[in-house]
């Protein structure tokens, strides 16, 4: 059986878009790095600053797509918008939020904590991994790079053994997302705490399933992405705590500040998606 949507070439393809691999993303940031020194006059400025290289910039890239499926179901990340990626590093404004909010509220780049990062994004593993104390597991099903090859569905892991779990854009892609949480949760210590955004539909009274529609192409049009294989509504949290998670949408950008939320250029529609585990 498939874990992921699109069987093998599907996941390959699936992970090089949401978190590409790393010698394929440093090529991307060189190129955008020498695009943005060619044009250097239209990113002068310093209304946005990146928490991730430091660097000050009058304007961002656009980035996201154009499908009306983001605009019907009023999908909170992945539509096109303006200044989303840092013109030197190329954060998006996905990792901008998890940087902060990590920052802000664990002790996650201090503290000598054991955590699982599957599906590792370039930008926040490059800054997880300044914190040499941490006991830092990276999975994936295919990427080359990560410490450890993982099938979601069945984790190679012995119970609670992680203080922490971070998987983003992950469960979308999971046909069966259920037997996902619940093998993220069994791995968790009690205790603990995970984070596993998912783009969400704010139109939407519960989450949009649709097991018929298994065209890539379809699946697109349908979902947003041609491997994601639902749309997840506010019951998003409900199905979390069906694994046993205490879960909760943390409005994080909408909390801080508007003018520093504005500066790093954090999506005040997308929530941080917090789980813990009872001790
Ligand atoms: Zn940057």
Redesign the pocket.
């Known amino acids: 059986m498939d874990t992921f949507a699109g069987g093998t070439s599907g996941i390959k393809g699936a992970l090089k878009r949401a978190i590409p691999a790393a010698h394929h993303f440093r090529l991307r940031i060189l190129a955008t790095r020498a695009r943005t020194l060619a044009r250097f006059p239209a990113y002068r400025g310093d209304r946005f600053e990146?928490p991730?290289?430091g660097?000050r910039f009058g304007a961002f890239l656009p980035d996201g797509l154009t499908l009306p499926v983001f605009r019907d179901k009023d999908i909170s990340v992945g539509g096109y918008t303006e200044h989303v990626r840092?013109p030197?590093?190329y954060?998006s404004d996905r990792d901008r939020l998890l940087l902060l909010y990590l920052r802000d509220r664990t002790r996650i780049f201090s503290e000598a904590l054991s955590v699982l990062h599957v599906a590792p994004e370039f930008h926040l593993t490059r800054a997880l991994r300044r914190n040499a104390r941490l006991r830092y597991v990276t999975g994936d099903f295919s990427a080359p790079s990560v410490s450890v090859r993982l099938n979601i569905l069945a984790l190679p892991f012995r119970p609670a053994i992680f203080d922490a779990i971070i998987a983003n854009h992950v469960l979308e892609h999971v046909v069966d997302d259920r037997t996902a949480m619940t093998e993220l949760f069994r791995v968790l210590r009690p205790g603990g705490w995970a984070i596993f955004q998912v783009p969400v539909g704010l139109a939407l009274d519960r989450t949009f399933e649709d097991p018929s529609v298994t065209l890539p192409v379809e699946r697109e049009r349908v979902f947003g992405q041609f491997d994601h294989v639902r749309i997840y509504g506010p019951d998003y949290v409900d199905r979390l705590r069906e694994a046993g998670f205490q879960a909760e949408a943390v409005p994080y950008a909408r909390q801080l500040d508007p003018a520093v939320a504005a500066r790093f250029r954090l999506n005040l529609r997308e929530d941080v998606f917090l789980c813990k585990k009872p001790a």
Do not use: G
Request: with cysteine; hydrophobic share 25%.
């Open positions: 990146c991730f290289c660097r840092c030197w590093c954060s």
